[in-house]
């Protein structure tokens, strides 16, 4: 596997993957998803709200709020706070927590609040996985799209498609011969949430499924072993 055409910024990373495969690609796609862990609430005490809100659909927004931390605290004593009536607009600015060393990302429209409207509530943080649920995923939207080596736009691969013509139904380009001897690569883009930059998404993402990858090959060798 070659990785080129390499743009890592703080929130956001674009890469060209060479000499892989779709499995291998979307392994680490679904890596970045499910198995980075973050911190998020996890449950939400709502003491008053009187708001056309359910309070279901509350406690989903408050925990889609993205929180950063910089350094490992014992989470069971930390607390989100939110006491505030209306008129106004509630952002996740008026969040406050128990503890410094929690970010929260600022300027996330939760709800209008009206007049006579109060909403309070307290947050409980975890740390979790996208695998378990949305609010832990660490990256935003990685996706790939393939193309033959040289073409810097995605193309059709459909099966029926004449070549050198334009898909019907996708509505890409179908390469002529010449380029459909290239070798494929992979265009993966994706970006981050939670703190972590993109190197340390994509590397950390990749540790994972090394380590999946080699529990696997130990839990089939002592299969062998016993028979």
Do not use: W
């Not at 680490?28 to 996890?42: F, K």
């Amino acid at each position: 596997m070659n990785i080129t055409n390499q743009v890592f910024e703080q929130d956001r990373a674009s890469l060209t993957i060479e000499n892989s495969s779709i499995p291998v690609v979307n392994a680490i796609r679904r890596s970045m998803l499910c198995d980075i862990p973050m911190i998020a609430v996890s449950k939400v005490h709502i003491t008053k709200n009187n708001t056309p809100m359910p309070d279901d659909m509350l406690s989903h927004r408050i925990g889609l709020i993205p929180i950063y931390i910089d350094t490992s605290i014992d989470l069971e004593n930390v607390h989100l706070y939110i006491d505030k009536s209306g008129p106004c607009e509630l952002y996740s600015d008026d969040i406050s927590c128990t503890s410094d060393l929690i970010r929260i990302v600022k300027g996330v429209f939760i709800c209008p609040l009206y007049n006579d409207q109060h909403i309070k509530l307290k947050g409980d943080i975890e740390i979790g996985t996208g695998k378990q649920h949305a609010r832990f995923q660490r990256s935003v939207a990685p996706c790939y799209y393939m193309t033959h080596k040289g073409i810097s736009t995605p193309e059709c691969f459909c099966a029926n498609t004449t070549l050198d013509t334009k898909c019907e139904r996708c509505g890409k380009n179908k390469q002529p011969l010449d380029v459909q001897q290239r070798p494929i690569v992979y265009n993966l883009t994706f970006e981050s949430i939670g703190g972590i930059s993109t190197t340390d998404l994509l590397t950390q993402s990749i540790q994972v499924l090394m380590a999946k990858l080699q529990n696997m090959a130990i839990t089939i060798n002592q299969l062998e072993d016993i028979d």
